[in-house]
């Protein structure tokens, strides 16, 4: 009954899921741009009022406590990698739909995204080196964290419709708190297998050196396409299919 409601449907999340796709692409690319510049990760970087933090940790905690104070956490899509402390917002109360199992708000996995970024992507995909542009490099990453996060925690949505659309077979493993059933309910092998060529074709097509006159510079891109659906088929897939996991654990709750 709640489906007439808000109209949401598998083909507009997955809609969403593409889209979104673009961002972290994108985001990867700008963060590209910039060596590892590894000092602004070590602790204790500068002399920050922030005691024993990297000037990364700094500058994320202080940014989302002007994003909060904007609103940005009042949006159920979004989650900060720093929730505790964190300001309330000062804008106009915002009406988001209620899609959502209450629930939903205890579900946070960014600690994780946080340590795969830092200690495993990374690195496959920046150039060693530092050019002192720590606080550039600092919002790219950032900007990298968020898109990921973002689509990740859309496996919350992404497991509402699942369960309105197959209720009784979602039902029974829900009750038994049996994942591995969960889990192989709603998974998809064909629609990961799209969404692993998709972002490799993305990476390719906004990565490319555009040129007028001779293609020059073929088969060079700005974030290696296989680095992309490395990304996506180790870490972004499953990391969604874990949010959906603990959402529908929760849903009859
Ligand atoms: C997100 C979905 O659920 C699962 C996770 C996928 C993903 O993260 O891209 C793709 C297919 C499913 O196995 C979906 O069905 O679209």
Redesign the pocket.
Known sequence: QKMAEDGLT?QM??DS?IRQEDSIVFSLIERARFPLNSPMYHPSYGSLPGLSASLLQFFVKQTEAVQATAGRYENPEEHPFFPDNLPPSLVPHFKYPEVLHPAAMSININKVIWDMYFNKLLPLFVAPGDDGNYASTAARDLECLQALSRRIHY?KL?AEV?FRDEQKDYEPPIRAQDRDTLASL????D??EA?KKRVAKKAMTFGQEVKLGDDGGKGKYKVDPAVVSALYGDW??PL??EV?IEYLLRRLD
């Open positions: 598998l999340v997955r899921l496996g992404v699942k709603l998974t998809f092998a629609v990961e969404v972004v897939i969604t299919k959906e």
